[in-house]
């Protein structure tokens, strides 16, 4: 290959742009992003970011100007401070050509194209899919007030409002985007509501038993939890004024923040002859059917062997670890190596870090290793997941040391957890 595209300069394009030039590829690297930054560490956007209290001492709302100017546009790219997962060392040993402020809108396999929607043309041998994923909305166009987060754009704008006099915050989805802007907004001192349509949130990930001793965390700090209802509308025209949820009670709201997940950005891949559905379809390793293509991070759904079944994760570790087996399958030409790392995430609320590791399944037993879920979530708790006494996944609230220990107990058997 003598040009390879990487298309979304995001964690996952990046590590899968390094795994090229690490293993040996020396030809012309292009990184196409849409954001006009270069690639940025996004958990920070929802929690220290918001608030400003960042325990490193780092400040992570410096936006002083770096001089670039990516985008032609004549206007330097805000600096990204402690956010930025790059600096000049860094691009110069990656050698790339970066293409930012501008979207990818056709992928021509058979052409060996890539079209931009300035109307430009990037001819190439390979292509890397990092294209991420967009959040869910409530409604097309809505009023001022509405956010999102995803983007370092997005977290500027919310931060502007809730340090702009916001008393009341509606979170709207209590998944963990919307659970950890709960708590930053409670660290700031706002009224803040969660609203979640299912029962308890997040029991597909953790059960319910779990769920609910994780969920008894907003209580605890003052956050109102409602679920079990869904939102009707948004009120407001010039500006958003409250929730109307579906049992007809509204929730007065100075800003609303809408977390009800996220759908990975595919549509410029339509025509393509890639197999899509809720992602971009991909054996083992990254590698989709066409032998010049792979696809990482939020954007792909990865086969489990030996299930039948397909898989998208949404999770940093997973974006970060899946781009040096993608780039060794694309130089290969065919799957060489399996991406095989075990399921890991990890969220901060409350001033407590949940972390978990494994795949549940649905039946499995919990055991509980260390504290009391029910009795006190926040103090710190360990939890096993087992499926015929064998531990599957391990749930950790407060306890990084143990968690840590049966993480690495469970990767080295991984056979045990994917059962």
């Known amino acids: 290959m003598r040009t390879v595209t990487v298309v979304g300069a995001s964690l996952a394009g990046l590590h899968a742009a390094r795994g090229l030039r690490d293993q040996g590829y020396d030809g012309r690297l292009v990184i196409v992003g849409e954001e006009r930054h270069r690639p940025y560490d996004?958990?920070?956007?929802?929690?220290?970011?918001?608030t400003g209290e960042d325990p490193t001492g780092d400040d992570l709302t410096a936006q002083g100007p770096t001089g670039e100017d990516p985008t032609g546009d004549g206007e330097p790219d805000g600096g990204l401070g402690p956010l930025a997962l790059t600096d000049p060392e860094d691009e110069a040993e990656l050698d790339a050509e970066w293409l930012l402020g501008v979207r990818a809108d056709r992928l021509d396999p058979a052409a060996g194209a890539v079209g931009l929607a300035d109307g430009r043309?990037?001819?190439?041998?390979?292509?890397?899919?990092?294209?991420?994923?967009?959040?869910?909305?409530?409604?097309?166009?809505?009023?001022?007030?509405v956010h999102t987060l995803r983007t370092l754009d997005d977290a500027r704008r919310l931060r502007a409002e809730l340090r702009a006099g916001a008393g009341r915050v509606v979170v709207i989805g209590a998944g963990f985007i919307g659970a950890e802007v709960a708590s930053s907004c409670a660290a700031?001192?706002?009224?803040?509501?969660?609203?979640?349509?299912a029962p308890l949130p997040?029991?597909?990930?953790?059960?319910?038993?779990?769920?609910?001793?994780?969920?008894?965390?907003?209580?605890?700090h003052g956050v109102t939890l409602l679920c079990g209802t869904g939102v009707a509308t948004l009120r407001g025209t010039d500006r958003v004024t409250g929730v109307e949820l579906a049992d007809g009670r509204v929730l007065p709201a100075d800003v609303v923040v809408v977390g009800v997940g996220v759908r990975p950005v595919t549509g410029w891949l339509e025509g393509s002859g890639l197999?899509?559905?809720?992602?971009?379809?991909?054996?083992?390793?990254?590698?989709?059917?066409?032998?010049?293509?792979?696809?990482?991070?939020?954007?792909?759904r990865l086969a489990l062997p030996g299930t039948g079944r397909t898989v998208r994760a949404e999770h940093w570790t997973s974006a970060a670890e899946q781009g040096a087996v993608a780039a060794r399958n694309l130089l290969a030409g065919t799957t060489v190596q399996p991406f095989g790392a075990l399921p890991y995430f990890w969220?901060?609320?409350?001033?407590?870090?949940?972390?978990?590791a494994g795949r549940r399944e649905p039946g499995d037993t919990v055991r509980i290793a260390?504290?009391?879920?029910?009795e006190d979530p926040g103090g710190g708790f360990l939890a096993v997941y087992e499926r015929d006494a064998i531990p599957t996944a391990v749930l950790a609230v407060n306890r990084p040391k143990p968690f840590t220990r049966l993480r690495r107990e469970l990767a080295r058997a991984p056979r045990l957890a994917a059962r």
């Not at 700031?188 to 349509?197: F, K, Q, S």
């Not at 969220?347 to 978990?356: K, L, M, P, T």
């Open 121 to 145: 043309t990037l001819r190439t041998d390979g292509v890397v899919i990092a294209t991420g994923a967009a959040p869910r909305t409530l409604r097309a166009v809505a009023p001022p007030g």
């Open 188 to 197: 700031l001192g706002l009224d803040v509501t969660v609203v979640e349509a």
């Open 275 to 300: 197999a899509l559905d809720d992602g971009v379809l991909c054996d083992e390793g990254c590698a989709t059917a066409l032998p010049s293509v792979v696809a990482v991070g939020d954007v792909a």
């Open 202 to 220: 997040l029991v597909p990930q953790l059960g319910e038993r779990m769920a609910r001793a994780c969920a008894a965390l907003h209580a605890a």
């Open 347 to 356: 969220s901060d609320q409350y001033g407590a870090r949940i972390q978990f």
């Open 370 to 374: 260390e504290g009391d879920p029910e």
């Open 42 to 50: 996004r958990p920070p956007l929802s929690k220290a970011f918001l």
